[in-house]
């Protein structure tokens, strides 16, 4: 799988309407990227810069709308599953911290206003 096919894969993923889509794409993506650090490394930085302005203007949306208001609006939902590959990314990252190159991107990765602090604490 190259790298344009697995955007396109995660995007399915991002628009899929229930959570069956969303685990049968993500399942795919795991499949294939699970037994190589490296690769998932660059597959999620790669993504997250391509999807940076978006992921930015969704979490901003969701601040504005507030997500304490009980509404289940689409930009809490999109926010959400763009959370979860950030999430993964922090793994990806703390799992490579031996490498130096690795230590300054998760210390500036997680400084970025849309990465959620207290989950990313959890996984640290």
Same mark, same amino acid.
């Given at each position: 799988m190259d790298a344009l &096919?697995?955007?396109k894969l995660v995007?399915?993923?991002?628009?899929?309407?229930?959570?069956s889509q969303r685990y049968s794409h993500l399942q795919i993506i795991d499949e294939k990227l699970?037994?190589?650090e490296d690769?998932? +490394?660059?597959?999620l930085?790669?993504?997250?810069?391509?999807?940076?302005?978006?992921? &930015?203007?969704?979490h901003q949306k969701l601040i504005?709308?507030?997500?304490?208001?009980?509404?289940n609006n689409s930009s809490q939902n999109l926010y959400q599953r763009y959370k979860e590959l950030i999430l993964r990314f922090v793994k990806v990252l703390?799992?490579?911290?031996?490498?130096?190159?690795?230590?300054?991107m998760l210390?500036? +990765?997680v400084k970025k206003k849309y990465v959620p602090i207290e989950e990313s604490s959890k996984i640290i």
């Open positions: &096919q697995a955007i995007e399915l993923w991002l628009m899929a309407d229930n959570s699970a037994s190589n690769l998932n +490394f660059k597959y930085s790669t993504l997250l810069t391509e999807k940076e302005s978006l992921i &930015q203007e969704e504005i709308e507030g997500a304490n208001s009980g509404s703390l799992n490579s911290i031996g490498e130096k190159r690795y230590r300054g210390a500036d +990765f």
